[in-house]
């Protein structure tokens, strides 16, 4: 089983900060089969970023992501108070079997 | 596309939790489409439980393979899940997900329903 680890658990930030998530694989990704989600309380997670850098449709520019093999990262520039939520990454290996990471609040 | 997830909200601790998830705008049996399951407990992270994919093919997160499984109604456009011998543990918000290109991430997800194993 892959294992992915996200730092850090919280981060504190004010609007307009620039925020950076990592994502650490415990081996390496194949085919950059990662991606990145916005969870909000009482929502359904949202999909950002697909293939560790490819925004999803509707997302705006401000998201980016980066990163291959065991080190992905998840940009976001200029934070608008509708930013704040919990990201996960999540990948999927050759067995087509499915992992998200713990998770990173981005707080105000 | 829209998932719907529905079924009962509580369940007894050893017994069966069965959830259903109704598509919509979409045909769960065209060609590449894939399917999931996902999971919250309460103050945790998200869990893969499976999937299931246009074909008919599973596959189960190991950690719950023994209790699981996922199936798929194409007639009704509905996948289930069918988790056995439940604990408190299992108690937790369950959504369901799709995405009609790749397996490996999921585009649109229902809204979670939760469901809590109580005596």
């Known amino acids: 089983e892959v294992v992915l680890t996200q730092s850090p658990g919280t981060l504190a930030l004010s609007p307009g900060d620039s925020a950076t998530l990592s994502c650490r694989a415990s081996?390496?990704?194949?085919?950059?089969?990662l991606a990145w989600y916005q969870h909000k309380p009482g929502q359904a997670p949202r999909l950002l970023i697909y293939?560790?850098?490819s925004r999803a449709l509707g997302i705006p520019d401000r998201f980016s992501g980066s990163g291959s093999g065991t080190d992905f990262t998840l940009t976001i520039r200029s934070l608008d108070p509708d930013d704040f939520a919990v990201y996960y990454c999540?990948?999927?290996?050759?067995?087509?079997?499915?992992?998200f990471g713990q998770g990173t609040k981005v707080e105000f | 596309l829209q998932l719907d997830e529905s079924g009962p909200r509580l369940v007894r601790p050893s017994e069966t939790l069965s959830v259903t998830c109704t598509v919509s705008?979409?045909?769960?049996?065209?060609?590449?489409?894939?399917w999931g399951w996902i999971r919250q407990a309460p103050g945790r992270g998200l869990e893969w439980i499976g999937s299931?994919?246009?074909?008919?093919?599973?596959y189960y997160n190991p950690s719950v393979n023994s209790r699981v499984t996922i199936s798929a109604d194409m007639s009704r456009n509905q996948f289930y899940l069918r988790l056995t011998s439940v604990t408190a543990a299992d108690t937790a918000i369950y959504y369901c997900?799709?995405?009609?290109?790749?397996?490996?991430?999921?585009?649109?997800w229902g809204q979670g329903t939760l469901v809590t194993v109580s005596s």
């Open positions: 705008g979409a045909s769960i049996g065209s060609m590449s489409s894939y």
């Open positions: 999540q990948q999927c290996d050759a067995s087509s079997l499915i992992t």
């Open positions: 081996q390496p990704i194949t085919n950059n089969l």
């Open positions: 997900a799709g995405d009609q290109f790749r397996n490996a991430w999921y585009k649109s």
């Open positions: 293939g560790a850098s």
């Open positions: 299931i994919y246009y074909s008919g093919t599973t």
